[in-house]
């Protein structure tokens, strides 16, 4: 399959389906708001019955001024979608990940702004985010 040719809103609903596939499989129950408030793409029923908000991503993303205090969850994978490798998902409150990726990246200009982003997160964050690992 060409992935080159997808709008950005084909690969946000490829992403959305196969993590609520896994999601699913690994026992949380799925909500889809009506709209995306304040950055809910989805609420989890953990299963332990914890509900939380979740903003789905493409990739390891946090920003201080629109997620930080807020306690929303983080859900995006590790690496761009391949024909031929599964992808690693992680579940993480946002507040962790931001103060983890401020303690790597909080010196760095792109970090002043109180946001960072990568594409596939490097060895040290993804030690880090290991205990947030999908599991199915």
């Not at 699913?24 to 909500?31: D, E, S």
């Not at 903003?55 to 024909?83: A, N």
């Amino acid at each position: 399959m060409n992935t080159a040719n997808l709008t950005s809103n084909l690969i946000e609903a490829a992403n959305r389906a196969e993590a609520t596939a896994l999601l699913i499989r690994a026992n949380y129950k799925v909500y889809r708001p009506e709209a995306d408030d304040n950055g809910e793409d989805l609420v989890l029923r953990f299963p332990t019955g914890e509900l939380v908000p979740v903003q789905l991503k493409g990739r390891l993303h946090v920003e201080q001024q629109k997620y930080y205090g807020k306690d929303i969850w983080m859900l995006f994978p590790c690496s761009p979608w391949s024909t031929t490798d599964r992808r690693t998902w992680f579940l993480v409150p946002h507040d962790d990940l931001f103060i983890f990726m401020k303690g790597c990246h909080g010196h760095a200009d792109g970090f002043a702004a109180g946001k960072w982003s990568v594409r596939t997160p490097s060895k040290k964050q993804r030690e880090f985010l290991m205990q947030y690992e999908l599991k199915v």
